[in-house]
């Protein structure tokens, strides 16, 4: 049908989780439930497993001597059948290993290096169903998770040619926008050589009012913004980013771009879009790029 199932050996359709390390587990679980009502599905040793609905795990906690780490491992759902992608990227010389024990969940696994950070992709065509209470502070869904990468065209390439993303906007000539739905992104890249792992994980609003009535939660409990609110230009989300007791960067988001019709080639139209229709596109390193409502936290785009 699309192009990608033709070109793409493992044709990525969703992020399903990802990972954590944490010296303190019942600090972060801690976190996720009380301010954003995630559900501890399963616990147990040095692990945890949390839900926003629907799916077993969308993240995973793993207890550490270390320095807490976030995006350790991530899990994407394939379409098809994990056989399949297996010999398609074996025949294109990665490397893969099969997994049915990887955790609670997961019935069946098929783990990827990712070139350039060594980070364990985790494919899977079925993940586990779960029910959970509804709740009206919980988050949509887990969407997207930006990391540090040292090769950034290599990243891009490997995402693309292989796991069937698309390219969705660049800022400047260090961060890339992948989406694997309609969704404007479910992965960005920045390229750094000083940092590593997650620049940051978001979860999703699914209006403005759902977004502030988390923030005034967080803020009961003294978790303050570092940036925000504000709308990006690259997927025009309103944004708003702090910290979880890690020091992960934690993005809440609303009003996301979405590309329905791949076909067109542009996302579905605006009133806050700069042009019309709104195509993917490399963006100058400004405050339209990084947010239209002004003012930039230069941290958020260090590296
Ligand atoms: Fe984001």
């Known amino acids: 049908m699309s192009e990608k199932k033709t070109t793409a050996a493992a044709a990525v359709t969703k992020l399903g989780y990802v990972g954590f390390e944490t010296p303190d587990l019942d600090a972060l679980v801690d976190y996720y439930t009380t301010n954003l009502d995630f559900v501890v599905v399963d616990k147990a040793g040095d692990y945890a497993y949390l839900t926003t609905g629907s799916e077993h795990h969308n993240i ?5 001597k270390d320095q807490p780490r976030g995006r350790t491992f991530v899990g994407w759902q394939i379409e098809g059948g994990l056989d ?3 010999k398609r990227l074996r025949d294109r010389g990665y490397q893969t290993e099969r997994r049915t024990d990887i955790g609670p969940g997961s019935p069946d696994t098929l783990i990827l290096e990712e070139p350039g950070t060594g980070t364990a992709l985790h494919l899977f065509s079925e993940i586990d169903a779960v029910e959970v209470p509804s709740s009206w502070l919980r988050p ?3 969407g997207h ?5 040292p090769d950034l065209d290599g990243a891009q390439a490997f995402y693309q040619d292989l796991l069937g993303f698309r390219w ?10 992948l989406r694997c739905g309609h969704d404007h992104h479910t992965a ?7 940092y590593r792992d997650m620049h940051h994980i978001a979860y999703e609003a699914r209006d403005l009012d759902h977004l502030q009535m988390m923030l005034d939660n967080l803020a ?3 978790f303050r913004l570092e940036w925000g609110p504000g709308r990006h230009g690259a997927g025009h989300n309103i944004f708003t980013y702090h910290k979880d007791p890690d ?6 988001f609303t009003q996301l771009d979405v590309m329905a019709d791949e076909d067109k080639g542009y996302f579905e139209p605006r009133p806050w879009h700069e042009d019309h229709p709104q195509y993917p596109k490399t963006w100058e390193v400004d405050v339209a790029a990084a947010n239209s409502w002004g003012p930039i936290n230069p941290a958020m785009l260090d590296h």
Not at 145 to 149: I, T
Not at 188 to 194: E, G, I, L, R, V
């Open 60 to 64: 995973v906690i793993e207890k550490t």
């Open 84 to 86: 399949d992608a297996e």
């Open 140 to 142: 949509t869904k887990l």
């Open 168 to 177: 969705s906007d660049t800022i400047g000539d260090f961060f890339v926008f």
């Open 188 to 194: 960005n890249f920045m390229k750094s050589a000083k």
């Open 220 to 222: 009961s409990n003294n």
């Open 145 to 149: 998770v930006a990391s540090y990468v």
């Open 247 to 252: 020091g992960n960067v934690i993005e809440l």
